[in-house]
């Protein structure tokens, strides 16, 4: 199946003939002002040791975080960046995905040996946040791993693809 380097749901559809449950709109926190709260993480962290960051492990970052109720959520999940897919993945609890791992960068998670894709998907979300683009979490709940590897095989979401050029 020929697909577009920026694949949707209905490409998604045509692949699997699932329909993925929407989850949540993706917002980065904001600050007094009203603008999108940036940091750097890795200028808090003491490198003592010379560590070196990652590819995407210099930021900027955001926070943000999904609501609460998500918490028993298990299956592949998929970013959308104005309705296109960027990024799937599978996980066994979606708040802990969402909210300690890409919602939230530690100094630690820039260096290498640590996370780079934590990295990658907050500051992706950043940028697109930052250029008002509406950034939305679907589920297929319960699909396994292999779902996942499927779409990134066939659709090739644009972060997932970056990321592996890094690995």
């Not at 998670?109 to 640590?114: A, F, I, L, Q, T």
């Not at 946040?129 to 509406?134: F, G, L």
Request: proline residues 7%.
């Amino acid at each position: 199946m020929a697909v577009s380097n920026e694949p949707t749901l209905q490409d998604l559809f045509q692949l699997l003939r699932v329909t993925p449950e929407l989850i949540w709109t993706i917002e980065p926190d904001h600050n007094s002002r009203g603008g999108i709260t940036v940091f750097n993480p890795w200028e808090r962290f003491p490198n003592r040791t010379g560590l070196m960051l990652h590819a995407w492990g210099e930021g900027p970052f955001c926070r943000f975080k999904i609501p609460g109720r998500f918490r028993d959520k298990s299956g592949v999940y998929l970013i959308l960046v104005n309705g296109k897919i960027v990024f799937s993945g599978w996980c066994k609890n979606l708040v802990h995905r969402m909210n300690q791992n890409y919602g939230t960068i530690s100094p630690r998670k820039c260096y290498d040996g640590s996370e780079p894709e934590n990295c990658l998907v907050n500051n992706r979300i950043l940028y697109a946040a930052q250029d008002k683009k509406k950034i939305t979490l679907y589920m297929l709940p319960g699909a396994g791993p292999e779902i996942s590897e499927s779409i990134i095989t066939r659709l090739s979401p644009r972060w997932n693809m970056d990321l592996e050029e890094y690995q």
